[in-house]
């Protein structure tokens, strides 16, 4: 990584990439870091893609993340995963939710569904990390918490200290819903990576 961290982070309409950017972004303001963010929405409301990019830095000028310069592919769901792989630096790594999302457009019968998406991931990039980020949520009760266990996952390949992403987390977090994220935190944290 350069002087400037890159992170992109991938998903679907639905399932909090913008909550999980904003803590992100919390985080580099909270330890004194220059940051941008940019956001595309894909029809999100319909399940399409949603893409946020992060640049964290003494100073950072622009929002745009080049292709092949992110250091951390931050993604829900698999195959948005591959569908970004192409921003991944050859030296970055990929944190990805191990769920599935099929589209409309698979579910109608319009296109198919890619067969054996893990071992796509794989081959696609050389250092993975595959985590149960929405059974960890189901456990504790809310699939909504599966961005903030993906923040605790992403969290473990900074040095920003855990105080700060709480406290982000604090910041940003409907009070009442405030103890299941710092769970969904911890446990992202502490999740065992599979591949």
């Not at 982070?9 to 639905?14: E, Q, W, Y």
């Not at 250092?127 to 605790?152: F, H, S, T």
Request: aromatic fraction near 4%; proline fraction near 4%.
């Amino acid at each position: 990584m350069g002087d400037i961290l890159n992170i992109s982070l991938v998903g679907v309409g639905g399932q909090g990439t913008l909550l999980a950017s904003n803590i992100l972004c919390q985080v580099a303001l909270l330890t004194g870091k220059d940051v941008k963010k940019n956001e595309v929405h894909g029809m999100a409301q319909r399940g399409g893609s949603v893409v946020s990019q992060v640049r964290v830095g003494e100073r950072v000028h622009s929002p745009m993340i080049a292709l092949g310069e992110t250091d951390i592919l931050l993604s829900f769901e698999k195959v948005e995963a591959l569908r970004f792989a192409h921003y991944l630096s050859p030296d970055g790594i990929a944190l990805v939710n191990d769920q599935e999302i099929r589209p409309v457009t698979v579910s109608s019968g319009l296109s198919q569904w890619p067969d054996d998406l893990n071992g796509r991931l794989k081959s696609t990039f050389s250092k993975l990390e595959l985590i149960p980020a929405l059974d960890i949520a189901r456990d504790l009760g809310n699939i909504r918490a599966v961005n903030v266990v993906m923040i605790g996952a992403l969290a473990n390949h900074t040095d920003i200290p855990d105080d700060i992403w709480r406290e982000s987390i604090r910041q940003l977090v409907k009070p009442k819903f405030l103890e299941l994220n710092l769970k969904a935190y911890d446990a992202g944290r502490s999740a065992m990576a599979c591949a």
